[in-house]
């Protein structure tokens, strides 16, 4: 795979955005994906998970029930949803694959993904 996260902006809070990463090589669909955030100053950190066939989902408790990951493997594309987005939202996002993190594996963990996009930067400010 070969990564591209795309979509970032400016959104004021309380607002939705929705970021996207594709994957130039057509590959996706046979790669878990996930979605990672770096806050300024800060470490990176988990967001979302969706396994293969996309029915396997996991979130980070700050982002659940506001956020939506979704893959079309027909458009080797994969998506974010962020609804209800407050400062704390802010950061660069990163989208990530890898072929052997499944549902049983810490989905969380940064190090088990080998593939990653160049990021998107979402900033929620009024």
């Known amino acids: 795979v070969q990564l591209q996260a795309y979509g970032g902006g400016v959104v004021q809070p309380g607002g939705l955005l929705r970021i996207s990463c594709a994957d130039s090589l057509g590959a996706i669909s046979s790669y878990a994906v996930a979605w990672f955030r770096q806050p300024p100053g800060e470490e990176r950190h988990f967001v979302a998970y969706?396994?293969?066939?996309?029915?396997?989902?996991s979130y980070a408790d700050s982002v659940r029930g506001r956020f939506t990951i979704s893959r079309d493997d027909a458009k080797d594309t994969v998506y974010l949803e962020m609804n209800s987005l407050n400062s704390g939202d802010t950061a660069v996002y990163y989208c990530?694959?890898?072929?052997?993190?499944?549902?049983?594996?810490?989905?969380?963990?940064?190090?088990?993904?080998?593939?990653w996009g160049q990021g998107t930067l979402v900033t929620v400010s009024s």
């Open positions: 990530a694959a890898d072929q052997n993190v499944g549902a049983g594996h810490f989905v969380y963990m940064k190090n088990l993904y080998h593939y």
């Open positions: 969706a396994g293969r066939s996309g029915g396997f989902t």
